[in-house]
């Protein structure tokens, strides 16, 4: 019996800022490995693994410094800038469990495993969900930031995963609340622990 290969792709470190599935990010990029992973994944039909680094101040978090969970991302658009840097477009397409990490030729590449968070009970997830947009509406009122265009497009998502992702990643909170709700690997208990974000958020 042969293994299975793996899945292996150029890996972009983020900083301060976390990518879900879904959501479309402007990223500016300016540290060497991390352009030469964008132009390599330019070769690999604009795909790139995107996750973010546990602490804002490392200079080289590869390895130990980044999460290991992150997500599969297309890039849609990359310029480059007059002062050597890129900016780029991407769009998060599904979560990854990061393995090892490795550099070749100035890019870091990550072999990694795509996956989707359970659900243990699709009545109760509907109605989490439903609830969710309660409590995300009135988050809202009392949050001037946010555009109204961003409530309208929640109501529109009847999709539990997709809606989820939406709210996350839409929230103003810390980066390791939403690394942590990025990791739950049960939509059931991620919606009950957006709830009690929520909650607190509206009680402040």
């Not at 402007?26 to 540290?31: A, E, K, P, Q, T």
């Not at 939509?187 to 009690?196: G, P, R, S, Y």
């Given at each position: 019996m042969t293994d299975k290969p793996k899945n292996i792709l150029p890996v972009l470190h983020l900083r301060g800022v976390l990518v879900f599935p879904y959501m479309m990010a402007?990223?500016?990029?300016?540290?060497?490995?991390?352009?030469?992973?964008?132009e390599r994944a330019a070769l690999e039909n604009n795909r790139i693994i995107l996750a973010t680094q546990k602490s804002f101040l490392d200079e080289n978090p590869i390895k130990s410094g980044i999460y290991t969970t992150g997500?599969?991302?297309?890039?849609?658009?990359f310029v480059k800038m007059p002062n050597n840097t890129m900016r780029v477009l991407?769009?998060?397409?599904?979560?990854?469990?990061?393995?090892?990490?490795?550099?070749?030729?100035a890019c870091y590449f990550?072999?990694?495993?795509?996956f989707e968070p359970s659900i243990r009970d699709v009545l109760e997830?509907?109605?989490l969900r439903k609830?969710?947009?309660?409590?995300?509406?009135?988050?809202?009122?009392?949050?001037?930031?946010?555009?109204?265009?961003?409530?309208?497009?929640?109501?529109a998502i009847e999709e539990p995963q997709r809606f989820f992702d939406f709210i996350v990643g839409n929230l103003f909170i810390d980066i390791k609340q939403k690394q942590e709700l990025l990791e739950e690997e049960c939509?059931?208990?991620?919606?009950?622990?957006?709830?009690?974000i929520l909650t607190r958020e509206i009680d402040l």
């Open positions: 402007n990223l500016d990029v300016g540290h060497t490995h991390s352009m030469k992973s964008l997500v599969l991302a297309e890039i849609k658009q991407v769009e998060g397409l599904n979560r990854v469990k990061l393995g090892e990490i490795f550099e070749l030729d990550t072999d990694y495993q795509e997830v509907e109605a609830l969710t947009l309660e409590y995300f509406e009135k988050w809202g009122s009392v949050n001037n930031k946010v555009s109204p265009e961003v409530f309208i497009t929640a109501k939509l059931d208990i991620a919606f009950n622990k957006v709830l009690v």
